[in-house]
């Protein structure tokens, strides 16, 4: 017998506002499927007012709310039973984070949970994400948001220790990162990796996505770290307008796609790694993921 169900996720980042809408489709003859049946992205960058002012602007509080209105309707006409709205770094260290988090509810009826780096990278990584690790093989895990990146180290396929730093694409943008803050990290990739030959790299994030789809390999090919840093390089050579108009990339992609490259290169360098594999995952598909299992174990204790 085949049972589809509906959840959704909301995923508030630094750069962009997602709502994610899966079906999953529960089968007694296979394993659980998800699959994605629509996928909105509005171009919020929340990071540029919470990293630079400390606060969320009135502007953006009032697309925030008009936003979480149009995907309260949206859940609304596409049948989803269960939903979780998840905000990270920028509402994390606004002032007025938690006001606005309020003001929401009030609105919209939409409840946002503000969730710090540690529950960010244990969400995505309850994804997909162990099947594709291999437990004869060591991997770094590299998250790259607008406001913070997560690293992670697998080793016979568990996590052996993984830290947040306050590195994202909007903040290098904003020229908000020290050396000191550089010198930190590949002082703890380089210390967490060295006695591993052979680490590959696990990329997400939405700009690590848009570099493997312009590479046009298929998926679950990895890329090299030759290729990344000719890629780097090139996007550099481009102007901002360039990189819109000949590439095609969104206005609030074609700016952080160059820090987020540097991310990766840099995590690539101080690891020795020289593959980086890009699984189509993030914190949208671990929200959904987590939703269900929590459904599920109702049903079983029920």
């Known amino acids: 017998m085949l049972k589809i169900r509906k959840f959704a996720a909301i995923d508030i980042g ?8 899966n079906n999953v489709i529960e089968s007694e003859s296979r394993e659980t499927q998800f699959k994605k049946s629509s996928l909105v992205r ?3 960058r929340l990071g540029q007012d919470s990293f630079t002012v400390g606060e969320i602007s ?11 209105k149009s995907f309260k309707l949206l859940m609304k006409v596409h049948g989803v039973e269960k939903y979780m709205a998840c905000a990270t770094s920028a509402m994390r260290e606004a002032n007025n984070g938690n006001e606005l988090v309020e003001i929401i509810k009030k609105k919209t009826g939409i409840e946002i949970e503000i969730i710090d780096g540690k529950k960010e990278a244990a969400i995505i ?3 997909d994400l162990h099947d594709l690790i291999q437990k004869d093989k060591t991997y770094l895990y590299v998250d790259v948001g ?11 396929g568990k996590i052996l220790t993984s830290k947040s730093y306050k590195v994202g694409t909007v903040r290098l943008l904003n020229e908000m990162i020290t050396q000191e803050v550089w010198n930190d990290i590949e002082k703890w990739i380089k210390s967490n990796t060295k006695k ?14 848009k570099l493997f789809k312009m590479s046009g390999r298929k998926p679950g090919k990895p890329l090299s770290y030759i290729y990344l840093n000719a890629q780097y390089q090139f996007l550099k050579e481009l102007s901002y307008e360039d990189r819109i108009s000949e590439l095609g990339l969104n206005q609030d992609r074609a700016d952080v796609i ?10 690539s360098k101080w690891s020795g790694a020289k593959k980086i594999h890009v699984p189509k995952i993030g914190l949208s598909d671990g929200i959904i993921k987590l939703l269900y ?10």
Do not use: H, W
């Open 14 to 21: 630094s750069n962009a506002i997602r709502l994610l809408i």
């Open 42 to 44: 509005v171009p919020v």
């Open 58 to 68: 009135e502007q953006n509080c009032d697309r925030m709310v008009d936003a979480m």
């Open 125 to 127: 990584t309850s994804t």
């Open 146 to 156: 607008g406001g913070s990146t997560e690293f992670t180290i697998f080793y016979n």
């Open 196 to 209: 591993f030959k052979d680490i590959e790299i696990i990329g997400s994030g939405g700009n690590i996505n």
């Open 258 to 267: 160059i820090p987020a490259s540097r991310i990766y290169l840099n995590a």
């Open 293 to 302: 299992n929590i459904e599920k174990e109702k049903t079983n204790i029920i």
